[in-house]
């Protein structure tokens, strides 16, 4: 059963330009999850999709989007880059929400902004 | 105030040896899970263990067992038989909301342990 997989894995971008990541999660798995992680914030939690809504969004400013495919796959965007916006973004699925669900994380897309 | 505490920067645990990596949470829900996460240096947050609020027994997963005690919310990691391998940062985290009501579940993390093992 292949994992949660994250593209690209690592990225380097200049400051005012736009990303997008990608998180194709576990087969079967209908909850994604974006966190980013600094060696100063820690893992900080972006927003999290079902079932193609966004059901939950954390203290971003709205240069940070994202959505959902009717194939549970998400993508993350980031518009007008700051060199703050460095980090490694990970993302975690699980096959529902709840407390009571395994979360699952990608390897991770470490971006980089020059 | 914390949601997760992991109180302890860095470890440091001989091979072969068993080490218990702490982490305390503060929630007033009753549903919710504890979880704990490898990351080594390639970034990767590697799933260890869970730990629902409503589990009676402690959960185990291999060399990895999670000492649960609610009434202190406490969720200690227990690595026994350590291996070089198993120097990494280790993260606890927490899942509150209520089960089943499609209410939204985002993880909580600790700040985190360095763990190294020595020869």
């Known amino acids: 059963k292949a994992g949660v997989t994250q593209t690209p894995r690592y990225l380097i971008k200049t400051r005012g330009q736009q990303v997008t990541l990608s998180c194709s999660p576990i087969?079967?798995?209908?909850?994604v999850s974006w966190y980013q992680q600094t060696p100063g914030q820690g893992l900080q939690f972006l927003f999290e999709y079902f079932s193609e809504t966004q059901r939950n969004k954390g203290n971003f400013p709205g240069r940070f989007s994202g959505r959902q495919f009717s194939n549970s796959r998400s993508e993350m965007n980031v518009s007008t880059l700051e060199l703050g916006d460095s980090a490694l973004y990970l993302c975690?699925?699980?096959?529902?929400?709840?407390?009571?669900?395994?979360?699952?994380f990608g390897q991770g897309t470490r971006l980089t902004v020059v | 105030a914390q949601k997760i505490t992991q109180t302890q920067p860095g470890m440091f645990v001989q091979e072969k040896e068993a080490v218990t990596l702490d982490c305390t949470y503060d929630t007033s829900d009753q549903s919710y899970g504890l979880f704990w996460y490898k990351q080594p240096s390639s970034g990767e947050m590697i799933f260890l263990i869970y730990q629902g609020s409503y589990d009676e027994q402690n959960a185990t997963e291999g060399r990895y067992s999670l000492n649960f005690q609610k009434a202190r919310k406490s969720a200690n990691l227990v690595i026994s038989a350590s291996q070089l391998g198993d120097s990494a940062m280790y993260f606890c985290a927490m899942r509150e909301g209520l089960s089943g009501t499609g209410t939204a579940s985002k993880l909580t993390f600790g700040t985190g342990t360095r763990l190294q093992v020595t020869l």
């Open positions: 975690a699925t699980s096959l529902e929400q709840g407390a009571r669900t395994e979360a699952f």
């Open positions: 087969s079967g798995h209908r909850s």
